[in-house]
């Protein structure tokens, strides 16, 4: 087995999650890692036990480096994954894939350009559950798609004082809910359903109109508080709160709720898909098991077993029934697809992973929803 080599790039909450999950896999070798200078990159080098650390220039002259990960706030996703595949590496980079839908149209025609496999981490398609579901839409075990309800509800920016760089629109783009777990319930919601949203119709509500910005430097979901003379209070115009309604291509609609303010609710991605046949509910929390509500006989719950798994869903199983697989194990299932692309040098034709366009529909259908709140009205995709 030919051993690839991997750099991670951003070593915020998500990039060590990346690290943990590449580790995973019996051909990877995490063998260097990015930051924004090299003094912060030894740090977190030694830290993660990665052996090399480098600034973004210097690693991208490593030839011995065949793939980059990109997790770096939003702003930096675009030009590093263009210099990426400029490179000649192939890229994984992190939702969003830009912070505007021409420079995700960039980044698609470069990569179809190069050949080089590029993906957008929507790692959430790949609780085994999820693919579950939409191997039983295909096989016909729902029916007709009458109403899509989801949710994603979150309570990290419950207070004055919580902060994060996603705050800052320079940084994060105009959207911040809806570009941050929204563009996850919306790319679950077309994967299971296999329906296109064609218009929506949003209102964002921004709870806190202004935040208090930590002066000194705190690590995300640390739940750190500081002394009052260290925090700057700064405007909010990014939303804290987002309903969308939603029309779809077969002609049915649907209503999503995204929320970052939601006490209690620490990563909750809830889905009801109501069918001709059969409604399925899923809950992010509760990842290895799906309700599914019958009419005229008994409502079951269908919990991971790979026995009682369709084939196509059984491949994202690495354990039996009753051996709980969560939030980690999405990310090595995903990179398991890519890699074996990487393996063979090219983007397949229709590859199983989310991949730079797919990563370009979620920005296109954010840019309306923004779009939509701010003329208070319907928008097409």
């Given at each position: ?45 030694r ?29 930096l ?29 960039e ?10 496999v ?17 191997t ?14 989801g ?21 994060s ?176 034709e229709?590859p ?30």
């Amino acid at each position: 087995m030919n051993r690839i080599n991997v750099a991670v790039v951003g070593t915020g909450f998500i990039g060590p999650a990346h690290v943990e999950a590449l580790r995973r896999l019996p051909n990877i070798d995490v063998v260097a890692l990015c930051e924004a200078t090299i003094e912060l990159a030894e740090e977190k080098a030694r830290l993660l036990g990665i052996p090399r650390f480098y600034v973004f220039d210097e690693l991208l002259k490593q030839d011995d480096i065949t793939a980059i990960h990109i997790c770096t706030p939003n702003f930096l996703h675009y030009q590093q994954s263009s210099a990426a595949l400029k490179a000649g590496k192939h890229v994984v980079c992190e939702k969003p894939l830009a912070n505007k839908v021409e420079e995700a149209e960039e980044l698609v025609a470069l990569a179809k350009q190069t050949g080089l496999v590029n993906a957008v981490h929507f790692n959430l398609r790949y609780y085994p559950l999820v693919r579950q579901m939409r191997t039983m839409r295909e096989k016909g075990d729902l029916g007709e798609v009458h109403s899509i309800i989801g949710s994603y509800l979150q309570d990290w920016l419950f207070y004055q004082n919580d902060y994060n760089w996603r705050l800052e629109p320079d940084k994060s783009g105009e959207s911040r809910a809806i570009a941050d777990i929204g563009s996850h319930l919306l790319d679950v919601t077309e994967y299971i359903t296999g329906l296109k949203i064609v218009e929506v119709m949003a209102d964002f509500s921004t709870i806190h109109k202004t935040r208090l910005k930590p002066m000194k430097r705190v690590e995300t979901y640390s739940n750190t508080t500081l002394q009052p003379s260290d925090y700057q209070e700064i405007p909010i115009n990014t939303e804290d709160h987002a309903n969308v309604m939603l029309r779809f291509d077969n002609g049915r609609t649907g209503v999503v709720t995204v929320s970052q303010v939601s006490a209690g609710r620490k990563n909750r991605l809830n889905l009801e898909i109501s069918g001709s046949k059969a409604t399925f509910e899923w809950n992010s929390e509760r990842p290895s098991e799906i309700w599914i509500g019958k009419r005229e006989a008994a409502n079951q719950v269908l919990m991971k077993d790979p026995s009682l798994f369709y084939p196509e869903a059984v491949s994202l199983i690495s354990f039996p029934g009753g051996h709980n697989e969560g939030f980690p194990d999405t990310s090595k299932q995903l990179f398991k697809e890519v890699y074996a692309a990487v393996a063979a040098g090219k983007q397949p034709e229709n590859p199983s992973y989310p991949t730079f366009a797919d990563g370009l529909r979620e920005l296109l259908i954010c840019e309306r929803i923004i779009e939509s709140n701010k003329k208070q009205g319907w928008v097409k995709i």
